[in-house]
């Protein structure tokens, strides 16, 4: 996405395990400040796939 918010909150968390991957993702409040918002739909498995193989290929420390 392109574009630029504020984040003012902390929302909560949502863990996900992809067999031995843990991911957890951290939710926070934001305001919007400017730039174009697209709906971009993440569920289609092609592009899931993807996603998950680019984020194995990261060196998290």
Sequence with gaps: MNIEIVPFEYFGVNDHWYGDVHIRLIAWKARYQC???????????????????????????
């Design 35 to 61: 730039g174009d918002i697209v709906l971009v739909d993440h569920d289609e498995s092609e592009k899931l796939d993807w996603q998950l193989k680019l984020l194995f290929k990261i060196k998290w420390h």
